[in-house]
């Protein structure tokens, strides 16, 4: 498979701090991946280093086979990039602003007004095209980003954090956006909002203190980490009863009553106890109202990997 | 030819910001107004010593519109130039770290001449405006007196190097932080020096006197705006433009070494 980003060894100081240590990752040419991480987490560093705004302290990032540092010029060719917070020249108008995006990034002189017109159409900026970017809202603002990156069609788009600060309409509206660019594009978004990376993401990447912690799809991850299946189940009964009977059956490995007849059950090694669970309770001859395997959410597996992480060091 | 787009894109979008905001209208303004009152202080000098010359001749030889008019006129606009060329420079490379927007500039693909030279260029330009609409004097001279207009243009000339040179040296000033008020004081500051440092040959400082005479942005406009054009003052102040872009350069390239 070709490979449109790899990252070998990748390390930034600033100054004493150590923001990212030797991360490694591959990225295939047409992926939609990830990178989740909580705050300070390294994310906004690593991408900049890939955008050829920071030199690395150690390490090498290449795209298209391209080194981000010594054939910086090659690579920002092939990318485009928002950056976290959006920063755009307030004291032009939108069109101005993307027309010196088109200019700078080489679009022949013949194509411009195509290509602003094309980025403007699947930006949803016809309205603003004439206004001050300085007089747009955030939403507005957050588009006008999205399509300085798309601009010229860059083989690669590193998006940092595309959707912070938006009201939930416009995030589910810019999430649509970034979906339908998938296939054109190959995608690298940061995030800390875990359900986004989910929807959006063929793969994820999670990010901790500067390290990679796990890398995989999403449905993986949640099957790899949840440690042992679970399974919810609602018989309306005598509670204590109930849970007593469900943890004589071998695989279980917990029983929680949440009230009114519901349990979770946690088994041991991956195993289905569904069919025991079912049995048991036709057996006892009372009422099954749900019986369903539960996967563990994207949410909990992060926080399983990020505070297990955080423990062995306590630990060590 | 990849490279001139490249330098185009940035002077276009450089002149836009000057279009759009106050500073270009408001220095212009001030620059057209003091240069007014200047000229028409001078003429009305001009004029009062021409009505003596009446009755003496001997004076009547001396008057030159050009020296009694013009000189002094092109060095008092050498002094507004000194207090209004931080104020056009400070934003060029402060204000894109300030808000953010460097990390676009340097992740476009844009070499750092590219951007240097668009921006330099821009201020360039914006002055030139500046010093167009001042034509306006002359014209004005001409429907009354004799105007020698080659040593004209070579006061312009001188007045245009010396603006270009101005602008080089804010520009790197304001490569250097990313709050414009310092970029302006750091420019001021600097002008001011390379202003005065040729006062040292007139106390009479042995040996050095000379060298820092060399160095002031003064002694090379004087012979401009005599009508003299000499290649050392050229010189000077084409190496002094090219060392100031350069250490820019050598200031954007540290962006991505360090830290």
Redesign the interface.
């Known amino acids: 498979m070709e490979m449109m980003i790899e990252v070998q060894d990748l390390t930034k100081?600033?100054?004493p701090t150590l923001a990212i240590s030797r991360l490694n990752f591959k990225v295939a040419a047409g992926e939609i991946v990830g990178f989740l991480g909580p705050n300070a987490a390294g994310k906004t560093t690593t991408l900049?280093i890939l955008?050829?705004?920071?030199?690395p302290s150690g390490g090498a990032a290449r795209i298209n086979g391209r080194d981000c540092?010594t054939q910086?010029?090659?690579v920002?060719?092939s990318?485009g990039?928002l950056?976290e917070?959006v920063?755009?020249?307030?004291?032009?108008t939108v069109t101005?602003f993307l027309r010196?995006?088109a200019?700078?990034?080489?679009v022949e002189a013949k194509a411009e007004t195509r290509e602003v017109e094309r980025v403007v159409a699947a930006c949803g900026l016809g309205e603003v095209r004439h206004k001050?970017i300085a007089a747009l809202s955030k939403g507005f603002r957050q588009r006008v980003g999205l399509a300085?990156a798309l601009i010229n069609t860059p083989p690669l788009l590193i998006l940092d954090e595309p959707t912070i600060g938006l009201d939930p309409s416009q995030i589910v509206e810019i999430r649509q956006l970034i979906k339908e660019l998938a296939g054109a594009h190959t995608v690298i978004l940061s995030s800390h909002i875990l359900p986004e990376v989910s929807q959006l993401c063929q793969r994820v990447i999670i990010i901790n203190r500067g390290q990679i912690v796990a890398s995989d799809t999403a449905e993986n991850l949640s099957r790899q980490l949840g440690r042992g299946s679970r399974v919810r189940l609602t018989v309306p009964g005598p509670d204590a009863e109930v849970a007593a009977a469900l943890r004589k059956i071998p695989q279980v490995q917990e029983v929680a009553g949440e009230g009114e007849g519901r349990f979770l059950v946690v088994a041991a090694n991956d195993a289905d106890v569904r069919p025991q669970l079912a049995r048991l309770v036709v057996e006892r001859g009372w009422d099954l109202l749900e019986l369903k395997a539960q996967e563990f959410t994207l949410e909990e597996v992060f926080l399983n990997l990020v505070t297990e992480e955080e423990t062995t060091e306590e630990g060590s | 030819m990849?490279d001139t787009?490249?330098f185009?894109?940035?002077l276009?979008?450089e002149l836009?910001?000057y279009f759009?905001?106050p500073i270009f209208y408001i220095t212009g303004f001030f620059f057209l107004l003091l240069g007014g009152y200047f000229f028409y202080a001078n003429t009305l000098y001009y004029s009062l010593l021409s009505y003596q010359a009446a009755q003496n001749i001997q004076l009547a030889s001396h008057l030159n519109p050009l020296q009694m008019v013009f000189r002094p006129l092109f060095a008092t606009l050498a002094v507004v130039l000194l207090l209004l060329v931080p104020l056009l420079t400070m934003r060029l490379l402060a204000e894109e770290k300030r808000?953010?927007?460097?990390?676009?500039?340097?992740?476009?693909?844009?070499?750092d001449w590219a951007i240097i030279l668009g921006k330099f260029g821009a201020a360039l330009l914006i002055y030139a405006i500046f010093l167009g609409f001042t034509v306006v004097y002359p014209l004005a001279f001409s429907a009354v007196g004799q105007l020698d207009w080659g040593a004209l243009a070579s006061g312009y000339l001188g007045m245009f190097l010396l603006g270009g040179a101005c602008l080089a040296l804010g520009l790197f000033a304001s490569s250097l932080t990313e709050n414009q008020i310092i970029a302006a004081v750091t420019a001021f500051a600097l002008l001011l020096l390379f202003w005065i440092i040729g006062w040292q040959q007139d106390i009479g400082a042995p040996g050095w006197g000379g060298f820092f005479g060399a160095l002031s942005m003064m002694d090379h406009y004087d012979s401009f705006i005599r009508g003299v054009i000499d290649t050392r003052d050229l010189v000077y102040y084409l190496s002094f433009i090219y060392f100031f872009l350069f250490l820019t350069k050598r200031q954007l390239e540290s962006r991505?070494?360090?830290?």
């Open positions: 100081y600033y100054g900049k955008a050829g705004f920071l030199a540092l910086s010029l090659e920002r060719q990318l990039y950056p917070a920063p755009l020249y307030t004291d032009l101005q010196f995006a200019q700078a990034k080489g001050l300085q | 990849k787009g490249s185009l894109a940035v276009r979008k836009a910001i759009t905001t808000a953010g927007t460097a990390e676009l500039l340097f992740t476009y693909p844009l070499t991505r070494w360090r830290a």
